[in-house]
């Protein structure tokens, strides 16, 4: 017990005089020019939008980029199909088939040749948009997710066709499966229909918890702070349980009460139940985009200003303190992008449980 309250005080005053030296360094470098409030903002809002650029580090001093550009798709009055670097981070209007285009807040707006942005009542450019198809930040991360999945399920496969006992990376793999079978799947839907939906309930736990812990790197990858992949993810639960709907299911919905009373007395009722059981089939895949897309952008958005507020303060004690404080948050989130994952899963296996139950109806009352 005194070696690991030992080392637990050496860490944390490793951890101090690292963060002060951080902190001084901060200091000396923001002497002449301090970072604003305004600019911590920009700065969390670029890594939380997608881009066309799959930027690793810029330079605001030198405007240099290193990373690498993406390509831009659109259809627009045919197929335009050209690189991100012509619009070089925004500063130049592309022109195609005689159709200005302007990058403008990480979204291509049409434009004139002087690349003019106007504005509605409400602050919001009012310029048309092109049908956008690009490859985006957002979708080259999802594609080298996809990747380390296809290789890690192949070779859990190849593992287990050479030997029936688990070796190397499928060891520490077939718990995790065995988890979401025995915990997730069976309990919710049923020893009977279990197995068609083990291949989607694996594919989303692993694909949100992996995209969730490579967020927590540098490599900026924030694919489920983005409501638009969330909604992808809620959509496809939503689209399998209406799908796979027994009559049972859809019974509960149009006819909740049964045959326990006469149709004439239903009818007052069913005028207020059958509304909510049919928004209940709606708001259950908005609960799912939702909760994903607030809880891991919260995330971010927390340990991004609070790396922000050492460079605003410039304080020897606040700097160290505040770096603590965003490493106690990052451990946080390293549970919270499993417990996401969790979540989005156990729910999904509930709704798609729901979906495939078989009882005679009179006897569900």
Not at 126 to 136: G, K, M, Q
Not at 236 to 251: A, E, H, L, M, R
């Amino acid at each position: 017990m005194k070696v690991v309250a030992s080392r637990l005080l050496v860490f944390l005053f490793l951890m101090f005089t690292f963060s002060a030296s951080i902190a001084q360094n901060t200091e000396a470098e923001t002497a002449e020019k301090g970072v604003t409030k305004e600019e911590v903002d920009e700065v969390i809002e670029h890594h939380m939008a997608d881009d066309y650029y799959y930027t690793f580090l810029s330079n605001k001093e030198t405007g240099a980029h290193y990373g690498f550009p993406l390509p831009v798709i659109l259809i627009d009055n045919g197929l335009k199909i050209f690189s991100a670097s012509e619009f070089d981070y925004g500063e130049n209007v592309v022109n195609k088939g005689g159709q200005y285009y302007k990058l403008y807040h990480s979204k291509i707006y049409k434009t004139d040749a002087q690349g003019t942005i106007q504005y509605k009542e409400n602050g919001f450019p009012a310029n048309e948009r092109p049908l956008d198809f690009s490859i985006t930040k957002n979708v080259v991360n999802i594609l080298i997710v996809g990747v380390i999945m296809f290789l890690l399920f192949t070779g859990m496969a190849k593992s287990y066709r050479r030997s029936v006992v688990p070796k190397g990376l499928t060891g520490i793999l077939e718990p995790i499966v065995l988890y979401v079978k025995d915990e997730i799947a069976i309990p919710n839907i049923g020893e009977k229909h279990y197995k068609r939906f083990m291949p989607y309930l694996l594919t989303i736990f692993f694909f949100i918890w992996i995209v969730n812990m490579l967020g927590m790197t540098p490599l900026g990858m924030n694919v489920t702070g983005n409501i638009a992949v969330t909604f992808a993810l809620a959509i496809i639960t939503f689209v399998i349980t209406q799908v796979v709907g027994t009559k049972t299911y859809w019974s509960h919905i149009f006819d909740p009460l049964g045959s326990s009373m006469p149709w004439i007395a239903k009818i007052p009722l069913y005028i207020l139940l059958v509304p909510i059981e049919i928004l209940g089939i709606f708001i259950k895949p908005f609960s799912l985009m939702i909760r994903l897309f607030a809880n891991m952008s919260a995330g971010h958005i927390v340990m991004m200003s609070l790396l922000g507020m050492i460079f605003i303060f410039k304080s020897w004690i606040g700097g160290p303190l505040t770096f603590g404080l965003t490493v106690f948050i990052m451990i946080i989130e390293f549970f919270v992008a499993l417990l996401q994952a969790y979540v989005f899963t156990i729910l999904s296996a509930l709704y798609f449980g729901f979906a495939v139950e078989e009882h005679e109806h009179e006897e569900a009352h």
